[in-house]
């Protein structure tokens, strides 16, 4: 596949998602607006993948591509970007275990 | 073969899982498990995208994933549901630093092999480029935006003369410096990506100085849209669906939440980054008028008697009452009052609190239902019924100066009607204007009393004066 038809598929998924994401959260209340932001915060942590993959890449051996400092970059990298995950979803499921409706009791 | 496929399946299974996720996002009863949803969704991409791997790296990744992992989680369970809007500001900043070192290491990567002899493709090098510098910025951003909610440093918009044009020749030099970067396809010193990549952290640094705590929130959320176009855009940059997808459904959310509270605050986008609200204006009015003095104070019994035998009482919150972690106390008060038969809400400004949605978190922590909280669009008629308005650490949302003072610089925002009600109680420290650093001429309305003291102390004092009566 040439490099022009890959970016075209590329972009074409990147507009069908803009599209489903204003979509989906469009129905979302303003009462969770706060969750909502914290959880979109932790999908975006999908960068760990990208740090990953690119961490494997340097680091196999075959290529012999890594050094010190290029090494330190991924690692950061991966560090961020689990700090992004991890604290993203662990701090959604603490404010979103307070949710609570009001039981039909007081008739 | 086969595992050429199950990886693909993987991958799609964690798309579907992220786009449910957020669907079941929308309704308080199934949020839950939807955000659970979501993060499984995190971990099959995360598997599929070790399996291949050949073990190759995995100790590096499993010394970042333990840092991370011990950071994220000791974060996220120490810090108090008031501070939510900062820790998503820094979990933000975390995304985009990621992306822009995901990014730099592509880079010089790519810069070894092309001495080697491999040129890079043109859809790689213009990727790389633009999601660095979006992460840069955004990671940049996100730490400004954290240290002037965290108070580390002033709230207050920071500007002097000229600001705009430096921020936009420092805009400048960064496109000049990508484009460079881009045509000359790594010909140029490696010092040429290092100086833009230095400049976009500049640029997000300056980019938010001039923006008051009060509008932090609308950053934020415009934040967490840039990191999700700077991860949508790295996707572009591995051929990576994945992170397409994700990074874009991030952005457009941002981005629409970002649209909805610049509505709710009446203010465009324009206006937040670029008008430094709360750096005067409102002062001078205020000046010019010897500040606020024509104020009637009331006593803890006299407000304990009106409340007891209303009809109908709405609690107004505002962040002063998170602050004094008056949120309990005030959930004890209400109980108190609903058992004499008085019909209690809560009216919730969306943008109360330091988030859209924010103070509803902290109500939710004091177990106040959430079914007695109500939108501003359904509780502002409701108000004319109500019998006595609590106004408790709440200031410019319910500020009459919106509607009618066409100078006031938060003229037009949609507010609380609270001087509609009968009678309007306000709980305050003292006469110190808001977060926003307006007066508030609802103060001098006779039907309002001030019950000056920290609220939780002053909701404290009601709660046994109430059970008194």
Request: aromatic share 8%; no cysteine; proline share 5%.
């Given at each position: ?107 | ?294 104020v009637r104070s009331v006593t803890v019994d006299d407000v304990a008697v009106m409340l007891a035998f209303a009809q109908?009482v709405i609690v ?17 008060l209400?109980?108190q009052l609903?058992?004499r038969?008085v ?43 109500t019998d006595v308005a609590l106004v408790i ?25 609270v001087?509609?009600a009968a009678n309007v109680i306000v709980l305050k ?14 103060y001098?309305d006779p039907k309002t009393a001030m019950l000056f003291g920290d609220a939780?102390a002053s909701v404290d004092s009601l709660i046994s004066a109430v059970k008194a009566l």
């Open positions: 596949m040439s490099e022009l038809s890959i970016f075209f598929t590329l972009l074409t998924v990147f507009v069908l998602a803009i599209f489903v994401g204003f979509e989906v959260i469009s129905k979302v209340p303003t009462t969770l607006h706060t969750p909502l932001m914290s959880a979109t915060n932790a999908i975006h942590g999908i960068v760990l993948v990208g740090a990953i993959i690119v961490t494997v890449k340097l680091l196999d051996p075959g290529h012999a591509l890594a050094t010190p400092l290029l090494t330190t970059i991924t690692i950061v990298a991966v560090a961020l970007g689990t700090i992004n995950v991890v604290g993203g979803f662990a701090v959604t499921e603490r404010m979103l275990q307070m949710f609570k409706k009001r039981e039909p009791a007081k008739k | 073969m086969t595992a050429f496929i199950l990886l693909r399946l993987a991958e799609i299974a964690a798309i579907v899982l992220f786009i449910l996720g957020l669907h079941f996002l929308s309704s308080p009863a199934t949020a839950r498990f939807g955000n659970r949803l979501a993060a499984a969704g995190m971990l099959i991409a995360i598997i599929a995208a070790l399996a291949p791997s050949h073990g190759y790296g995995w100790w590096a990744i499993l010394v970042g994933v333990v840092i991370g992992t011990a950071v994220g989680l000791y974060s996220a369970l120490k810090v108090k549901m008031t501070a939510m809007p900062q820790m998503v500001a820094l979990f933000n900043g975390a995304g985009g630093g990621a992306a822009a070192a995901v990014s730099t290491v592509q880079y010089l990567l790519w810069e070894r092999a092309h001495y080697a002899g491999v040129p890079l493709d043109v859809l790689t090098d213009v990727s790389l480029v633009i999601s660095a510098i979006i992460g840069a910025v955004s990671a940049a951003g996100s730490v400004i935006a954290f240290l002037k909610l965290q108070e580390l440093m002033t709230g207050r918009p920071i500007t002097y003369r000229g600001q705009q044009f430096v921020n936009g020749i420092v805009a400048l030099a960064i496109a000049g410096l990508a484009a460079w970067v881009m045509i000359t396809l790594g010909v140029q010193p490696t010092w040429a990506y290092g100086v833009m990549v230095a400049l976009a952290l500049v640029l997000g640094v300056m980019f938010v100085l001039p923006i008051g705590g009060a509008d932090m929130p609308v950053v934020i959320s415009l934040l967490n849209s840039f990191t999700g176009l700077a991860v949508a855009i790295t996707g572009f940059e591995l051929r990576y669906n994945l992170l397409i997808i994700a990074g874009t459904l991030v952005g457009a959310s941002g981005t629409m939440l970002t649209v909805l509270m610049g509505k709710a605050m009446n203010r465009p986008l324009r206006n937040v980054l670029f008008g430094a609200f709360g750096a005067s204006g409102g002062m001078d009015v205020a000046a010019a008028k010897g500040g606020q003095q024509n109908q107004v919150p505002g962040y002063g009452m998170a602050v004094a972690q008056a949120q309990h106390s005030v959930r004890e209400a109980d609903e058992k038969g019909t209690v809400k809560y009216a919730i400004h969306p943008v109360a609190g330091r988030m859209p949605g924010h103070m509803n978190v902290l109500l939710a922590e004091a177990n106040v239902p959430y079914n007695q909280l109500y939108d501003m669009d359904d509780v502002n008629p409701e108000f004319a019924r650490g709440a200031n410019d949302v319910t500020n009459p100066a919106a509607r009618n003072v066409a100078s006031s610089p938060i003229y037009g925002m949609p507010i609380l009607d001087d509609k420290r003292s006469m110190r204007s808001g977060f926003a650093g307006i007066e508030n001429p609802l001098e939780k």
